[in-house]
């Protein structure tokens, strides 16, 4: 099993970045596709993007594409998800997933995958 913190969440302007981390434990972190979901205020938890396990494949959310970057480090057990050009909508809790994976295909459904992180906040202020 693997166990998913996040960090790197704030409270930021209109158009500004920020780079979220998700550092996994365990010794497979190779063998788990991993994604990144939010869940705006008031408002049902979504897919953001997705990595597979080799880091080979990706998939965004629409609104997202261009200028969110999903990213991982099987070195050192982290992916990362690299938000430019912040809009109010971004306003969410975000949380890291992970799902064991015996191919390289992303996951974008919340059900598919089997561990979650306790989420961290992003705040985009206009």
């Known amino acids: 099993q693997v166990q998913l913190v996040e960090s790197g969440g704030g409270l930021v302007q209109v158009g500004d970045s920020l780079r979220l981390s998700c550092a996994a434990s365990?010794?497979?972190?190779?063998?788990?596709?991993m994604g990144w979901f939010r869940q705006p205020p008031g408002k049902e938890r979504e897919f953001v993007a997705g990595?597979?396990?080799?880091?080979?494949?990706?998939y965004y959310l629409d609104s997202v594409k261009g200028r969110f970057t999903i990213s991982r480090d099987n070195t050192n057990n982290t992916v990362y998800l690299q938000m430019n050009s912040l809009k109010p909508e971004d306003t969410a809790v975000y949380y890291c997933?992970?799902?064991?994976?015996?191919?390289?295909?992303?996951?974008?459904?919340?059900?598919?995958?089997?561990?979650w992180g306790q989420g961290t906040q992003v705040t985009v202020s206009s």
């Open positions: 997933a992970a799902v064991w994976s015996r191919d390289n295909a992303v996951r974008t459904r919340g059900s598919s995958y089997d561990v």
């Open positions: 365990g010794r497979t972190f190779s063998s788990w596709a």
């Open positions: 990595i597979s396990r080799t880091g080979g494949v990706t």
